[in-house]
Structure formats: C-alpha cells, structure tokens
C-alpha cells in the first residue's frame, strides 16, 4: 500500500521536528549546573511530571503494537496498563518519599546509601545495558519501520539516522528540561490524535455490534485471561507482570528520573497518580482501534511454508502485516491536515522514548560512573560530560539498531529482558526499603545469584531455539515455563538469597537507617501532614478513585 501525504500534512511534520529542535536550545541556555541539566533543577510541577511519564512509556512500536494486539490477539496486553495504575501508587506512597528525601541524582544512587557502591554500580550497568541496547535501540528500528511504511522510498537506516540526531540534539541542549516539556507537548498531541482516531474508526464500522459480529469470539474482549491461556493467565498478572511494572515504574531511571525533578513531594505524587489516569486510556484510545479495524480490514490467515501468519487485507485488496494496521487507519481515515498532526503525534511518541532513554543514560553513566572516578569534577563539568556520552550512546544506538532486524529470532527473546535482568534489582529494592536487617552482604549475594540465574535462563534461550538443536529441550526444564511466572520464582530465589546472606556481615547503624528505610511512623507523619489538605488535593484519594475505576473497567472487560 503506498501511503501518499498532501504538502500540508508534510509541513506540519517539519514544523513539529524543527520546533522541538529550538524547544531544546531554549532551555539549554538556561542551565547553569549538572543538577539544572540532569533534573531540571528539581522545579517541575505534576502535570509536566505526568505528562512526561506517559509518553516516555509511549513510542511509536507500542502504538503500533497494541493496535496490532486489538486487532489479533485480544485485550490482555491491558493488563500491563492497568497494572502500572497500581504499581505508580506504590511507588508514590513508599517509594518517592525516601527518593526525594535522600536527593539523590539517580535511582540506583539510593542503593549506594542503603548498600554499598557496588550494588548501585550493579543495578546502574543493568539500566544502562537495557536503555541502550532494548529501549533505545529498539525504539529506534520499531520506530524506522513505522515510519519507513509511510516513507517507503526512505532507505530504514537513513530514517534511524535522522531520528536519533533529532532527538539528540534537542537532548543534548537541553536536557532533562527539555525532554519534559517536550514529553508533555508529545503526550497530548499523541492523547487527541489517538482519540480522534478511535472515534472515525469507530464511526467508520457502523458501531459495536459490527465489531462483535466480525471477532465473534469474546474472550477477545476480555482483559483477564483464564488460568491455562499460554501467553497471559491471570495469576501471571499478580506475578510476573506486577513484578515488572514495579521495575519499570519504580526503579528505572528511564522513568523515574521524571519524578526526582519534582519540585516536592506532593507534586511528585500528584504527577505519578496523573501518569495512572492517563495510562487507563490505553485501552479506549490505542487498543481499540485495533479491534474496529478487523471490520475495515478483513483478517487473513497466510501459510507460508511451515509457519502460518497473520495479516490484513486493505481497502484495495492487498495483504498487508498487522504492524500496518495503524498507519492504514490514520491514511484512510483522517482528512489532509488533521492527519499531518496525528502523524507527528506518532514521531512525537518514538521521540518521547528516545529521549528520555538518551538522558536517562546519560545521567547514570555521569553521576553512578563519571563522578565517582572524578570526584573533583564540578557541577558544570558533570553537566558537559553528560551531553558528550549522550552523543555517544546515540551513536553506539544508531549502530546498533539496525542489527535488530538480522536477528529476528534472537530479538524475540530480547523482548523478554526485563523478565530475565529485573528480579534481582526489584529485589534489592523491596528488601531494602523495608527490612532493616538486610545488608551489604545479602545484596552481593543476591546479586550473585540472580545474576546466575539471568545466564542460565538467556543460554537455556538460546539452546531450546537454536536451528540446529530445536525444541530439544522443550517441556524437559521448568525454565521453559511462562516467563512471567519464571521471573516471580527467580525474583524469591533473590529474596532468599538477600535474607540468608543478611545474616553474615555488618547491619548499617540505626542513625543511618532512618532516612533510609520505610516504617510506620513515616505514613503516620505523612497522615497528619495531610490532614490540612483538601479532599481533593489528597493524593490518597486520587489513587482510590483510579482503583474504583481500575475495578469497574475489568468488571467489564
């Protein structure tokens, strides 16, 4: 299918690109010191906060991806929506407050304090390798192909190049500033855009009973899936995909970084409980469409070979993959000029993405690494060190990214890092925020074991998919098992190894351990601070409101 843009619609794209470029150059003027370029000077109010946060867990292949899941495999990947309802409240009641108590620069700085330098240089390699290598990376060629679909005559590797200096460069000006706003600028073009094409598409089907009578089947519809669904059943919900949303919304300095900027603690926690409000739309504003478009696009059932695919048959009767379902909705449905702005809402949720792993990256590498060799580096020049190293990872990014697509198979798996490298920091966390008795020696253990872990289940990987040796190894390990439900034993083999190796070495003194770890006394002193905040200012009962609606939408669905 080849998708045709009006002068317009392109003029519209250029104008968002070149003036996300000088939103960057603004506020990179406006930095005097690393804690000004790293954080934005710890100013930012929540809905800036909020806004940010969504659309950094937004690109453009998730986009792409959940359109994909409502049109074929159902509403289960919701789960991973409202789950992070959950997991933000968690973190904003628990988390934040020892976070921006101790002011610290990066998320794994807080296991420094809490440990030793060790485990936070540890969980700071693993953050540093995911962004780089998954987020970033994969941000980049999903993003290229999106793009590539509606740009054919745009060589992919020319597209990524284009992308990642975009976004660099408005990155490296201007810093975690910089990507905030012009996260929150993205969010709400990508939040309306969406919005506008649920509603045509829904339009364009003739209404609900059109989109039942064509799926037929409404286990479709369903959020939660039964007990021996292979790819999602409910209990891996409470497990596995709890465990990591809690990695990604509360230890990864890819999203947290958001709220360490905030300029209290209350502006925090209004912001993640924001973030929670706005992930609830997933499924209305991106995962619908996908559903409206089995009524537009007719499925097909390919065999090629010995593998059977799944695409879609367009309005002129040609095949086409799931992953052109979106963009084929926005060029059949949208008028010149709304559509240019709902395409920039797409780049805006790739850009959003890079950025925010770009900074992200940069500011482990310079606060966890850099300073810790110089420490008599000043403010000003952590600040020029982070812009540097965010122009190498872009460039290690650009390298990288295109690789992805040889490696298809291997990349599969990749998707499943998170499963495979969060236990032991979820762990580390969990443990040592509110188990005063946990010490240095458990973490090391810990770490030592989950990291054994994390090989063997990689190579056990590798092996079981391997070309030459296939399903050797099928249904004879218990790693072969759902993911989900691996990461959540691995994550209590960590927790069992932190607790044993706990009790050898030295505890931290109390005096130490006070501004460190979670008691009662600190919700009791939050409970009276909030007292003379009004009902609807109190972020306790913003985060019951979402769970009233968390609730109802899975009585639903």
Known sequence: MNFNLANLDLGIIVFYLIAVILLGFYFGNKHKNAEDYFLAGRNLTWPIIGFSLFASNMSSNS?????????????SVYS????AVLVLIIFAVFFLPFYLKNKIFTIPEYLEKRFSYSVRAYASLIAIILNILVDIAATLYAGGLVINLIFPALDLQVIILGLAIIAGIYTITGGLSSVMYTDAVQAVILIMGSAVVTVM?????????AVMSEIGNPDHFKVMKPIDD???????????????GFYFWGTNQYITQRTLASKNIRQGQWGAMFAGFLKLSILFIMIFPGAFARVIYPMKIVQEGAETKVMALNKLGELMPLDSIY????????PTGLLGVVLAGLIAAM????????????TLITMDFVQKRKPDMDSKGLMNTGRIITGVVMVIAILWAPQIGKFEQLWTYLQQTLAWFSPPVVALFVMGLFFKRVNTTGALLSIAVGTLISVVLIADQMVHYDHENQMVLKDQLWIQSNFLYVATVHFLVCLVALFVGSMFGKTKPESELAQLVWTREELDRETEALKVTPWYKNYRYQAIALLIVVIIILFVY
């Open 327 to 334: 963009p084929s909705l926005l060029f059949d449905l949208l």
């Open 230 to 244: 292979p790819d999602m059943p409910w209990p891996s919900v409470f497990t596995g995909v709890l465990l990591i």
């Open 201 to 209: 598409a829904f339009n364009q089907v003739g209404g609900w009973d």
């Open 63 to 75: 986009l792409v991806g959940l359109a994909g899941a409502g049109y074929n495999g159902g509403f």
């Open 80 to 83: 991973y929506e409202w789950m």
């Open 351 to 362: 850009m959003s993405s890079l950025d925010s792993g770009l900074n992200s990256v940069s």
